[in-house]
C-alpha cells in the first residue's frame, strides 16, 4: 500500500466556518507534510511532523492549526480562513524526515474554496 | 539559496513525438537530491525519479529518460513517444533538508 488518502476531496466554507482536513497513510512513515498549492503555482510547504511532533511551521497564519494524532493520521483544523485561503491542499508521508534519504508520496489532495 | 527553475511554462506536443523537459538548479550543498514528479489533473503528485548529487549517470525508465549534469546544474527530464496520458504538470525539485523546494513547473499538452 503506497497511498496517501486525503479526505474530503472538495471543500466548501465559509469565512465563519470550522472544517478540518484528513490524511491518512499506512506505510508506516514517520514524517508527514501538509503544503499548499494555489491555481498554476507549485506546492508550498505548510508544516512538517516528525515522529508525531510538530518540527516545520513555515510561519503559517494560526487559522491553520495542524494535528498529528497518531502516526498515520495527520489533521489540519481551520477556520476563520479568507478567500484567499483557497487552493488545493496537499499531504505528503516520507519514511523519515530527511529528503536525502527518501521520496515523499503525496495525497490527491482537498480542493478548499472559501466563499 | 536554493533554486529550482523550469523555463518552460507549457509545452505542447503531437502524439509519439518525444518532448525534453528542462530544470536547472541552484544550491551551495555538496551533497543533494534531486526529484521529478508529475501531476496529472486529479492532483496528486506522482514520484518519478530521485537522483543524488554523486551519481549523474542518466537514467532510463520505460519511455522516460533523465539526464543530470552537474556542469551545468542541469536536471532534464525526456519523454520518448509520447502518449496523451503524459499530458501533466511536471514538477522538478530540489531536496533542502526536511523541504521539497519546487520549480514553477511545466505544463505538458499531448494532443492525440
Known amino acids: 500500500d503506497t497511498e496517501v488518502t486525503q479526505t474530503p476531496k472538495h471543500l466548501v466554507m465559509g469565512m465563519t466556518n470550522k472544517k478540518s482536513l484528513k490524511c491518512e497513510q499506512h506505510?508506516?512513515?514517520?514524517?508527514m507534510y501538509w503544503y499548499k498549492q494555489k491555481a498554476k503555482k507549485p506546492p508550498e510547504l505548510m508544516f512538517v511532523?516528525?515522529?508525531?511532533?510538530?518540527?516545520i511551521n513555515e510561519s503559517v497564519p494560526s487559522r491553520f492549526s495542524p494535528e498529528c494524532p497518531n502516526s498515520s493520521l495527520l489533521n489540519l483544523h481551520l477556520h476563520a480562513l479568507q478567500p484567499e485561503d483557497s487552493a488545493l491542499y496537499l499531504c505528503?508521508?516520507?519514511?523519515?524526515?530527511?529528503?536525502?534519504?527518501?521520496?515523499?508520496?503525496f495525497g490527491q489532495g482537498t480542493r478548499l474554496t472559501v466563499v | 539559496a536554493q533554486k529550482v527553475t523550469q523555463a518552460q511554462t507549457e509545452i505542447s506536443v503531437v502524439e509519439k513525438e518525444d518532448v525534453t523537459l528542462d530544470c536547472v538548479y541552484e544550491?551551495?550543498?555538496?551533497?543533494?537530491?534531486l526529484f521529478w514528479y508529475k501531476q496529472p489533473p486529479s492532483g496528486e503528485l506522482v514520484f518519478l525519479i530521485r537522483r543524488n548529487s554523486f551519481d549523474e549517470q542518466n537514467e532510463i525508465s520505460g519511455r522516460y529518460s533523465w539526464n543530470f549534469q552537474k556542469s551545468t546544474s542541469s536536471f532534464n527530464f525526456t519523454i520518448t513517444a509520447s502518449q496523451v496520458v503524459d499530458s501533466a504538470v511536471y514538477f522538478c525539485?530540489?531536496?533542502?533538508?526536511?523541504?521539497?523546494?519546487f520549480g514553477t513547473g511545466t505544463r505538458l499538452q499531448v494532443f492525440p
Open positions: 505528503a508521508s516520507s519514511q523519515d524526515t530527511r529528503l536525502v534519504n527518501t521520496e515523499a508520496f
Open positions: 525539485a530540489l531536496s533542502e533538508d526536511d523541504k521539497l523546494i
Open positions: 544550491t551551495r550543498d555538496t551533497t543533494y537530491y
Open positions: 506505510m508506516g512513515h514517520r514524517a
Open positions: 511532523y516528525s515522529y508525531e511532533k510538530l518540527s
